[in-house]
């Protein structure tokens, strides 16, 4: 029997009460200052959390990327030490423990103990729960411009609520196998991104054509550039009767060979639009230039009509031969490509891509032959290092289902009966 099951049948034999999250803790929705006053976004002291912070710190924060003066916080009154923060609305299924007083986005609801369950609460226990308390919240959520989660549900999520030196030792275990598991993760990270680099150093290389060698023709010489389709209404989006590829579509994947669960409604003038195989797809507007022109290509034939977001350009060659598209999804993405199409988009706030300069941008034509060549080296390349089914990507699925497996099963209680 292990330390945590003598614990569990020494202090709590006949189960763990649960009580709903909203009986349990405090809550209050963050909130952004207006940005039409200057003085709210300069000499700030307050730590202001995002969603930024969870991504580059992760979950346990002690200070913020961003900072807003005392002035800014709304009745002088912050959040206290020791909070959670949960995104429940736009991206959804977040967390993070917070150690420090602070103010968040509007993005997140913040949740501390109300004061009958201050001492009966762990809260590096809470921020493990969280991760369950995530899941519901994905399950949980209505759209309109963007996801929100059932606050009313929210509230009444049930937290367990064991004996103290239970939820110590949960923690104690769960900080061991956390380390571990971020120890192995990181040398699995480490060895996938030298395989990433040795693939884009491979490509690179069997994509570089001398001048004279190849053919080389502009995209407004030998094909078609298209802009995407946009929706009329947040209803043309909630209750499309047509598949589209979205902006995120085209940014993740280096090829397009299935149909995406992504809707929208098509008017029937626009049904010239559909996309086919041989198209490639650029990103058109992001707020980053280190993500506008990134393509994708149409590998396959598609069954049923399928569309492309406003936010994503097209380019369709006259002659379907010209360009095999398994060579296509390799070329568009080398280094050599990648230096012109970056600079087909402008801005300063936010980078767009121009039709026009997207027309002038060169890229070589070997002969099919060659095309397939190339595509059937770098397919089997790409596959090892970026293929969810197999390599190393695998094994570091493998290892976060294995740990969550784990953490999740230490935080199912039996309940006491009511």
């Known amino acids: 029997m292990s330390r945590i099951d003598k614990l569990i049948a020494e202090l709590c034999p006949d189960g763990v009460p649960y009580r709903p999250l909203g009986e349990v803790f405090e809550t209050k929705n963050g909130y952004t200052p207006p940005k039409s006053d200057p003085s709210n976004w300069t000499n700030g002291t307050v730590p202001w959390f995002r969603m930024e912070d969870i991504r580059e710190n992760g979950g346990i924060l002690e200070d913020a990327i961003q900072h807003i003066p005392e002035s800014a916080v709304k009745g002088g009154r912050l959040f206290p030490p020791d909070s959670i923060i949960v995104a429940t609305s736009a991206t959804v299924g977040e967390h993070a423990l917070i150690r420090v007083p602070f103010l968040s986005n509007q993005r997140f609801t913040a949740m501390w103990p109300r004061p009958k369950f201050r001492e009966r609460l762990d809260m590096k226990f809470v921020y493990y729960y969280c991760f369950i308390l995530d899941d519901w919240c994905k399950k949980n959520t209505t759209t309109s411009s963007f996801a929100s989660v059932d606050m009313c549900g929210f509230k009444k999520f049930r937290i367990p609520v064991p004996p103290l030196e239970v939820q110590r030792e949960i923690v104690r275990i769960l900080d061991l196998f956390t380390t571990l598991e971020a120890e192995l993760e990181a040398e699995l990270e480490a060895e996938l991104e030298a395989r990433r680099r040795q693939y884009a150093h491979y490509r690179d290389s069997l994509l570089t054509f ?209």
Request: contains cysteine.
């Open 210 to 418: 001398p001048e004279g060698s190849v053919r080389w023709a502009t995209l407004g010489e030998v094909g078609t550039i298209f802009g995407g389709l946009t929706g009329k209404s947040k209803t043309d989006f909630a209750n499309g009767n047509a598949r589209y590829v979205s902006y995120t579509n085209v940014f993740n994947h280096i090829a397009i060979d299935t149909v995406p669960d992504d809707f929208v409604r098509v008017a029937s003038g626009e049904r010239q639009r559909a996309l086919r195989r041989g198209d490639v797809l650029f990103t058109g507007s992001s707020e980053s230039a280190d993500e506008v022109a990134v393509s994708s290509v149409v590998t396959a034939a598609i069954d049923e009509p399928l569309y492309l977001n406003s936010f994503c350009i097209g380019f369709r060659p006259h002659d379907p031969d010209l360009l095999y598209p398994d060579f296509a999804k390799h070329l568009f993405r080398s280094a050599g490509m990648r230096r012109q199409l970056v600079k087909t988009a402008s801005g300063v706030t936010r980078f767009n891509v121009s039709k026009r300069r997207l027309a002038q941008v060169r890229f070589p034509v070997p002969s099919l032959e060659e095309q397939r060549r190339i595509a059937a080296i770098l397919d089997k390349f790409d596959a090892l290092v970026n293929d969810l089914s197999s390599g190393l990507p695998a094994e570091i699925a493998a290892r976060r289902q294995q740990y969550e497996y784990y953490r999740d099963r230490l935080l199912v209680f039996k309940e006491t009966a009511s």
